[in-house]
């Protein structure tokens, strides 16, 4: 629901304002390809582990994302990482083992929620590369539209064969839902993939180091949970190797 709405919103907004689909010919199929590989695999296999399976696990294992990111843009993209972006790298990581191993070992790690988290992280470095590889230069609403409706065409091909679609309309599901269409689907992918035209593909991968700890400081600022020192010190870790990431390179 969540893609097939932000698609059908894009698509809407690019017909609304003339949007012209001419700087997209020949790249129609890898922007797809991109799309369905991070709207569609990651996001799946992300929300799947969420909802079945141990949550810190899930985050513990997409800290892996940017590293693999860096690592895999050098032999088809050429994107080399000074040695202080390396060192954000690490830090990155070691911010997020920080805030989330606590809680990870508060429960089972099974061989499923590895295997979806795995599954979620190769999707969105293989989607990021392929992207950085073959969709530079697209225009932005055009091509985030054209990646949003592949996502949603893979999604509902994997809930039509594995499962029995249904749901409860309450408010808190409609203000999710709509929460998810417009302030993630919409404007967080466009803008990641905004960064993505701009930007090495390591450089901006790297802003998901900030995501656990921005997910504990919300939860202890709405839900009242508890913000541990180490939490604190782990999210200023990761927050430094984002910033040594994210600085300007060179030439």
Same mark, same amino acid.
């Not at 012209?20 to 929300?47: E, P, Y």
């Not at 079945?52 to 050429?78: D, F, K, R």
């Not at 997020?96 to 999707?123: D, F, K, Q």
């Not at 709405?222 to 990431?245: H, K, N, Q, Y």
């Given at each position: 629901?969540?893609?097939?709405?932000?698609?059908?919103?894009?698509?809407?907004?690019?017909?609304?304002?003339?949007?012209? /689909?001419?700087?997209?010919?020949?790249?129609?199929?890898?922007?797809? *390809?991109?799309?369905?590989?991070?709207?569609?695999?990651?996001?799946?296999?992300?929300?799947?582990?969420? *909802?079945?399976?141990?949550?810190?696990?899930?985050?513990?294992?997409?800290?892996?994302?940017?590293?693999?990111?860096?690592?895999?843009?050098?032999?088809?993209?050429?994107?080399?990482?000074?040695?202080?972006?390396?060192?954000?790298?690490?830090?990155?990581?070691?911010?997020?083992?920080?805030?989330?191993?606590?809680?990870?070992?508060?429960?089972?790690?099974? /061989?499923?929620?590895?295997?979806?988290?795995?599954?979620?992280?190769?999707?969105?470095?293989?989607?990021?590369?392929?992207?950085?590889?073959?969709?530079?230069? *697209?225009?932005?609403?055009?091509?985030?539209? %054209?990646?949003?409706?592949?996502?949603?065409?893979?999604?509902?091909?994997?809930?039509?064969?594995?499962?029995?679609?249904?749901?409860? /309309?309450?408010?808190?599901?409609?203000?999710?839902?709509?929460?998810?269409?417009?302030?993630?689907?919409?404007?967080?992918?466009?803008?990641?993939?905004?960064?993505?035209?701009?930007?090495?593909?390591?450089?901006?991968?790297?802003?998901?180091?900030?995501?656990?700890?921005?997910?504990? %400081?919300?939860? /202890?600022?709405?839900?009242?949970?508890?913000?541990?020192?180490?939490?604190?010190?782990?999210?200023?870790?990761?927050?430094?190797?984002?910033?040594? %990431?994210?600085?300007?390179?060179?030439?």
């Amino acid at each position: 629901m969540r893609l097939l709405a932000a698609a059908a919103l894009l698509g809407l907004a690019a017909l609304v304002g003339r949007h012209s /689909w001419a700087a997209l010919r020949g790249r129609w199929h890898h922007l797809a *390809v991109a799309g369905a590989l991070v709207n569609g695999v990651t996001l799946s296999a992300f929300h799947v582990g969420m *909802v079945t399976e141990n949550v810190a696990v899930m985050a513990l294992l997409q800290s892996l994302g940017p590293t693999l990111i860096a690592l895999s843009a050098v032999p088809p993209l050429g994107e080399r990482l000074r040695s202080s972006q390396w060192l954000g790298l690490i830090l990155g990581t070691v911010g997020v083992l920080m805030v989330v191993t606590p809680r990870a070992l508060e429960g089972p790690a099974g /061989w499923r929620a590895i295997a979806l988290g795995l599954s979620g992280v190769a999707g969105l470095a293989g989607g990021t590369i392929y992207f950085r590889r073959f969709c530079e230069g *697209v225009p932005l609403l055009g091509a985030t539209t %054209v990646q949003v409706a592949a996502g949603a065409l893979l999604t509902v091909a994997l809930a039509l064969g594995l499962e029995r679609m249904h749901a409860v /309309w309450t408010a808190p599901a409609v203000t999710s839902v709509v929460w998810n269409v417009l302030a993630v689907s919409i404007g967080a992918m466009a803008l990641y993939y905004y960064l993505l035209a701009r930007g090495t593909a390591g450089r901006v991968a790297a802003n998901f180091y900030l995501v656990p700890g921005t997910v504990a %400081v919300a939860a /202890w600022a709405l839900l009242g949970e508890r913000l541990t020192p180490l939490a604190v010190l782990g999210f200023a870790i990761a927050s430094t190797g984002v910033f040594l %990431v994210a600085r300007a390179s060179g030439p």
